[in-house]
């Protein structure tokens, strides 16, 4: 499966509205047409475009805008919509009405302003307050017991406390040594891969230590990035290059 493969449905979908497919150009047209979004070429033609003004880790709106119509837009936010694995919607036979009101509650979506951005921080907020008021019981109940402790049990206690606290100084550590060892982390030494097509179009790997994410680049375009190795060599086999 490629990385933001139409789930079949929504092929079926696509299907019925081939009489409203707009062009490259018109798609182009309408993402354009939105001041929040940055466009940035890729690789082999296609386009992204950027909200840069995303409150989410996400910023990219439209996914790889193919000369041939094809692309994806981020809906992983939205109800009512349904997505492949990674939240995009594949917009090959989209209408040019249809794909600006996606586009426009995808940026709604991410941006701080949004309908659905709201309804999840309401919900977070909610489960905040909860876990607020659970800690402060267990707080309480903690005193309590602490007040009926002897001398003995309260030493007994402390020195438990310090036994765990040079547990956790040590776990620390090794959890610190892991991330200044990136390579480590993902099981692998090499920090750069060049991958090259049957054309001999070169693509290169690079794993970024400071966000500890993979990026493909194609010349100075970064053209995708993915969170472990293993995805992003299967997009790279599965876009015809392979390692050099």
Do not use: C
Request: glycine share 10%; aromatic share 8%; no cysteine.
């Amino acid at each position: 499966m490629t990385p933001f493969q139409l789930p079949e449905t929504g092929r079926e979908a696509a299907f019925a509205k081939e009489d409203t497919m707009i062009s490259f150009a018109e798609k182009e047209a309408v993402a354009g047409s939105f001041a929040e979004l940055e466009r940035r070429e890729v690789s082999m033609g296609r386009v992204n475009y950027h909200y840069e003004g995303s409150v989410r880790e996400k910023k990219i709106v439209v996914y790889h805008l193919h000369p041939n119509g094809n692309g994806f837009v981020y809906a992983g936010l939205l109800e009512g919509v349904e997505t492949d694995a990674k939240g995009f919607v594949n917009i090959r036979d989209y209408g040019a009405e249809e794909l600006r009101e996606l586009i426009r509650r995808s940026i709604r979506s991410l941006g701080p302003a949004g309908e659905e951005a709201d309804e999840e921080a309401s919900a977070g907020e909610a489960r905040d307050a909860g876990a607020a008021k659970e800690r402060d019981e267990a707080r309480e109940k903690a005193a309590g017991d602490a007040n009926g402790l002897n001398a003995q049990a309260g030493r007994e206690a402390q020195a438990g406390r310090e036994a765990q606290a040079g547990q956790g100084a040590q776990t620390g550590r090794e959890a610190q040594s892991a991330l200044e060892d990136p390579a480590d982390e993902e099981g692998f030494t090499e920090l750069r891969e060049v991958w090259r097509d049957a054309a001999g179009h070169a693509l290169e790997l690079h794993l970024e230590p400071e966000d500890r994410m993979w990026y493909v680049f194609a010349g100075e375009q970064v053209d995708s990035a993915f969170e472990t190795y293993e995805e992003a060599a299967e997009y790279l086999k599965e876009e015809g290059f392979t390692r050099s």
